[in-house]
């Protein structure tokens, strides 16, 4: 007879996905009730975002590991439900920080695993150094952080949000301070409160930020594209010690979606332990 009992993996990620709808059909129910209508935006896209495992999987025809499901469900929850909603973005300072890190090493983890797809295809054979390869999953994971901050700065700039968040600063140097038009920047230090003038409603008005000046996003721009060059160096140099077979702790199944038909094959390592990939269309 035939088994048709689920294996505890499909069980855990289901429990999981379940949970976190809950949650998150809460959060848009009382985002509702007090008007919040950005927060039941946010709640929806969140409900969107939740079915990206499983469309992979179904139309793509990809299998995606349960710990990689895991993770991806719980970054967009901890980004666009306790981020966003939640404010952690301001209320913990490392969270920003922690979610981009994370996006580097997942993103790295997916590019890696591209070229495992395409080697184990059919119709291709690749040949690829195992330095390449890692050069390719570091590649993907920073041009994927990259378009993520010119969303950022897109949202900003036309929806007027604060994606990019605003730091204070103690200390500017700008060449457009240049009393002469010349490219010598002018150095200011020291900064304690900034005035800012304004009209508002034909009315002129006033607004000190205390503590410093106001940097418009450009330091959280370049942290979140250190903190995710971290990561993506992470899995890539990992990525390279599997490949050449000295990855101890096997992070690349538990990271890498693979083609459900060549699953049972399992042939990427060996592939990328004999150093190299071919490539040419046998179709």
């Known amino acids: 007879m035939k088994n048709t009992r689920k294996p505890r993996s499909f069980k855990s990620r289901l429990t999981l996905r379940i949970v976190l709808t809950i949650l998150v059909i809460t959060a848009m129910m009382i985002s509702f009730l007090r008007a919040d209508y950005y927060s039941v935006f946010l709640c929806a896209l969140t409900l969107i975002l939740f079915d990206i495992p499983a469309f992979v999987d179904r139309r793509l025809n990809i299998a995606l590991p349960s710990v990689l ?3 991806i469900l719980l970054f967009i929850f901890a980004a666009e439900i306790l981020g966003e909603i939640g404010s952690f ?4 300072p490392w969270w920003d920080t922690m979610l981009h890190t994370i996006n580097g090493f997942i993103m790295a983890a997916i590019g890696f695993s591209l070229v495992d797809i395409l080697n184990n295809s059919p119709r291709f054979h690749i040949n690829m150094s195992p330095i390449f390869v890692a050069l390719v999953s570091f590649c993907f994971s920073m041009t994927v952080g990259v378009v993520w901050e010119f969303f950022e700065y897109s949202a900003d700039l036309f ?3 604060d994606m990019q968040k605003d730091f204070i600063i103690n200390s500017i140097s700008s060449v457009a301070l240049n009393p002469d038009g010349l490219n010598d920047p002018v150095k200011i230090t020291g900064i304690t409160d900034c005035v ?5 409603n034909g009315a002129e008005m006033e607004y000190v ?3 410093g000046y106001l940097d418009i996003g450009i330091n959280d721009t370049m942290k979140d594209l250190l903190v995710n060059c971290i990561g993506a160096v992470s899995f890539s140099l990992y990525g390279y010690l599997y490949s050449i077979g000295r990855g101890k702790v096997n992070l690349f199944k538990m990271f890498s979606p693979h083609k459900k038909q060549f699953a049972a094959q399992d042939n990427s390592k060996e592939s990328l332990k004999k150093g190299s990939i071919s490539y040419e269309d046998q179709a």
Do not use: F, R
């Not at 973005?89 to 913990?92: F, G, M, N």
């Not at 800012?196 to 508002?200: D, E, M």
């Open 69 to 71: 499901e895991a993770t």
């Open 89 to 92: 973005y301001t209320h913990i």
């Open 159 to 161: 929806a007027k949000t």
């Open 196 to 200: 800012i003038h304004y009209i508002q």
């Open 209 to 211: 930020i205390s503590g």
